[in-house]
């Protein structure tokens, strides 16, 4: 394998093998797909699921820096939330059980590569799953908690942490099969 093929992410747990496609796909090119292409649809997606990670982050920050009241706080980092974290839950299910089974046969070689990834959803929806009930609490308080939202503020960017690492792998992995086999 070409050496010159390297992870996009810098904490990336891809092997340098499952890299081969982009020899054929670089990231590079991915600029340039077709809008209508699936690769360009999945790019889009991803792109959209970063962007509700980093609102979640924004709010919290805001918050923190008091530039938010607690009552519009409470109403748009609970309505970011709700809406990323159904996106999300909504996009991992269906790759797990719809989009890489079907990738999985085009690109057998990439077998260990797709397990890393759906290892990575279910530590993602931990990381929901933490990041919901620390939301919950901040459902139901009346008063202003600081403390509670750099927990929060604390959750949200350790699942950020780990979902853009995640994202990025992904399409490491996926964009190249999928450009490739439109």
Known sequence: MNHLYQPTHPDSLLQADWLALHEHMPP?????????????????????????????????????????DWSDYKQRVLQAAWMHHGHLEGHHHYED???FPSLLKLAPQLGKGFDL???????VAECVSLTRSLLNTVKHSTEPQLDLVERLHTAVQTQ??????????EEDLVIPVLALNA
Do not use: V
């Open 28 to 68: 590079a090119k991915w600029g340039s797909l077709p809008s209508f292409s699936g690769a360009a649809i999945w790019l889009g997606m991803h792109h959209s699921l970063r962007k509700g990670q980093n609102e979640l982050d924004y709010l919290n920050r805001q918050m923190l820096e008091q530039q938010l």
């Open 117 to 123: 990834l759906e290892h990575d959803h279910e530590l």
């Open 97 to 99: 059980h719809s989009c």
């Open 160 to 169: 950020g942490t780990l979902l853009y690492r995640h994202l990025a792998d």
